[in-house]
């Protein structure tokens, strides 16, 4: 047997291995979900905390506005939470907007720290350190500057995470609000739902496992005290703090009925920068709790770190050795003796593959459609693959701040308008008045 054929062998028992997994994920997810679903998602608690929902913000002056609306819609007791917005090392108009938007609501407790660059523009977590020490409330939630969640979204986290003492963490579940403006949007949207929503889902459903994602998420403030804050190192703070309330004995719950809405990339440009930051953070992660691996007394938590070291490392290179191949094999270089066997694997590869995303959309409204069929098998040739690129990428740019000491700083991604005309970061405009 070749070095060709070996190299095969592996990539395709690699991707099936992978495949088989998130399958199974999927099928726990749907059971979950639909579980879920039969119910309002509600947990009855004697009394509501305090909430301090926090909203670490850069440029955002084309978001905030609509964001703003939405937490102040909160059907949360209004006595019981307050709002705190870094606007942090913003040169657009983000500070009059917010200024604004404070007088307009003189009877909601809107706080805006507005930093420089000697105190803020270090990072989200830097931001979000800034709004912990002023904050009041016992549990704290976390908003990106640009969503819109549903009005019931903040109870239904809350009411979750004070109903059991061995939660740490409650999240819920994001979609594209933009997932019409372009084609790539209409990829991020499939993603979402099947390998981000469904697969939290099929995770908690397993091993009560889910990690916290960037926004739509409460957390107790004594955990983030006892922590120290949020991991100013880490560009996927989100994750960071997952598995540090992993080791300290928690577990974090995920309610599907909790949604926001975000605004994702339309532009592939900005897409490659948010990915590459993704891995950037996660690679931080996997390297910092790799050694949880193999220690028994990290409990279930190992099963994450595994599951991410086979996400970029197993499933990263089996992509590699077989695009490589296919491409090798094209230009004549190479050529598998597997033959009919390899072929056959791969067309069962697809068929799994868009088979495994149509249960996943099937538990959305308007989501199971023929035309979100097609661009899953298409996505599979062209978005699947720059996820490749992004990881390489991602993998050079951390070598490259580990070798030049390099600081973290603020890469936020970069906003939209709503007829999806691109604005410029850090120019001024006309606000409404």
Known sequence: MSIVDVLALYSIFAIWGLMFLNIVLSIGGFIYIMRMYRTDGHKPISEYPMVTVMVPAHNESIVIQKTMEALLKFDYPKDKYEIIVVNDNSTDQSAQVLKRIQHNNPDSRIIVINTDHVVGGKGKSNALNIALSVASGTVIAI???????????????????MSDD?????????????????????????????????????????????????????????????????????????????????????????????????????????????????????????????????????????????????VYLLMFTSLVFSDMIFMLGILGFWYVTLGGFSSLLWEMAILL???????????????????????????????????????????????????????????????????????????PKETEK
């Open 166 to 310: 061995q939660l740490g963490a409650v999240i819920g579940k994001f979609r594209t609000r933009n997932k019409y403006a372009s084609l790539l949007t209409r990829f991020v949207n499939i993603e979402t739902l099947a390998y981000q929503c469904m697969n939290q889902a099929g995770r908690f459903f397993f091993f009560k496992l889910c990690t916290i994602p960037g926004t739509n998420y409460v957390i107790r403030r004594e955990l983030i005290d006892r922590m120290g804050g949020w991991d100013v190192n880490a560009l996927a703070e989100d994750t960071e703090i997952s598995f540090r309330l992993y080791r300290m004995g928690y577990y974090i719950k995920f309610i599907p009925q909790a949604v926001t809405w975000e605004q994702e990339p339309q532009m592939l440009k900005q897409w490659f920068k948010q990915r590459t930051r993704w891995v950037k953070g996660n690679l931080y992660v996997l390297k910092s709790n790799f050694k949880y691996a193999f220690d028994p007394k990290a409990g279930r938590m190992r099963l994450d770190v595994v599951y991410y070291a086979m």
């Open 353 to 427: 593959f868009v088979l495994n995303v149509a249960i996943t959309l099937s538990v959305e409204k308007n989501e199971f459609n023929f035309s979100n069929l097609v661009l899953t098998f298409f996505m599979l040739f062209t978005y699947a693959k720059l996820w490749v690129l992004v990881v390489l990428n991602g993998i050079i740019q951390g070598i490259k701040d580990a070798v030049y000491k390099r600081e973290v700083v603020w890469d936020k991604t970069e906003r939209f308008d709503e007829a999806g005309m691109k604005k410029k970061e850090g120019k």
């Open 143 to 161: 908003y990106d500057a640009d969503n819109t969640p549903e009005r019931q979204a903040l109870k239904l986290l809350v009411e979750n995470l």
